[in-house]
């Protein structure tokens, strides 16, 4: 008697086109919860946009941090690719860095979510996001170093830490008085021209 023929593992595992429609109402829903209020969102609300139940949605997420973190993770992946391809394309590499701030806190000034948490990108930072961020900061300011046109010494971190720092001013000023952060960005476009030629304070960090 031939032996029957072992279930393929990821055939067995592969979950229902219904689940998977569900899945994405959810994320979809959460995202424009999320950029409209904030992380602080009721759940409640996120399940009654998707059209699911709770239990549908716990059964997804048993935690309402999966499911901020799964959607911060996509809109942060879009947004970084974007600015990648943004800054493959830009002949200018002052102005790809320029663009490239201004594109980011513009986003983040409509994504309330993406403002209150890109702080921990620096303190408790996600591998995959945080190093899709830097490579992007990285490739701009290798182009504007050798083009001459950024300040010596500025490093990547130094950009990506300004870019935390923005988004900062963004969340304190933009719903009392927005845009006032644009202010602040060409202050500190600015002092990052080659121009300011005073030595910057040593990274107590680096070794010497």
Known sequence: MAEAEPLNPARRRAPRADAVRNREAIVGAAAEVLAEQGAAVDVREIARRSGVG????????????????????????????????AAIDAEDPWAALADFYQQALTGYARHRAIVENFALTW??????????????????????????????????????????????????????????????????LDGLRPDHRAPLPADPDQPR
Do not use: N
């Open 123 to 188: 303190a408790e930072p996600d591998l995959e996001g945080i190093q899709q961020l830097r490579r992007v900061i990285e490739r701009l300011c290798a182009r504007a170093t050798a083009a001459g046109l950024l300040r010596p010494g500025v490093t990547t971190d130094d950009l990506l830490l300004l870019l935390i720092s923005l988004g900062h001013a963004v969340q304190l000023t933009d719903e009392c008085r927005p845009h006032l952060w644009t202010r602040l960005l060409h202050i500190s």
């Open 54 to 85: 709770m239990g549908t949605l716990y059964r997804h997420f048993p935690k309402k941090e999966d499911l901020v973190r799964t959607v911060l993770r996509r809109e942060f992946a879009e947004w970084a690719e974007s600015a990648r391809l």
